[in-house]
């Protein structure tokens, strides 16, 4: 996704409580706030999210594109980094998944999402899926 599209999604998101229309009307976002793997930087991305107990879970699918998203190599690098879901931010940790857990976890975003499923079938690689969690302060 372009650059202006995520900053148009995270304004509407902040402006509006974490609800945000178009290709995301009501589906779970989280924005993840992570550092560059490479530049260093903070960068911000919409992703969709599962909510899963005391986690969410978001996919890498990256709409389907041979390759995974920048936020995933973040991430990867380093795991700490910032959710914001609806109006509360919070520090998380990202941890990758079992494959046996990821292919429950990716169905059941593709049961909320089809769309994920097209994701999947696009690309021939396997789809990386992070559990995110709360670390208390």
Request: net charge negative; aromatic share 8%.
């Amino acid at each position: 996704m372009s650059n202006d599209f995520n900053a148009k999604v995270i304004e509407e998101f902040r402006a509006n409580g974490g609800k945000v229309g178009g290709p995301f009307e009501g589906a779970d976002l989280v924005l993840l706030t992570t550092v560059g793997a490479k530049s260093g930087r903070q960068v911000t991305s919409p992703v969709m999210y599962l909510p899963d107990g005391d986690r969410i879970v978001v996919i890498a699918s990256n709409a389907g594109a041979d390759h995974h998203p920048a936020w995933y190599h973040n991430l990867t690098a380093n795991p700490q980094a910032t959710a914001e879901v609806g109006t509360e931010t919070y520090e998380i940790k990202a941890v990758t998944v079992s494959d046996d857990e990821r292919d429950t976890l990716y169905a059941r975003m593709v049961a909320i999402a089809p769309g994920f499923a097209d994701y999947e079938a696009a690309t021939t690689r396997r789809i990386p899926v992070l559990a995110l969690y709360r670390v208390e302060a």
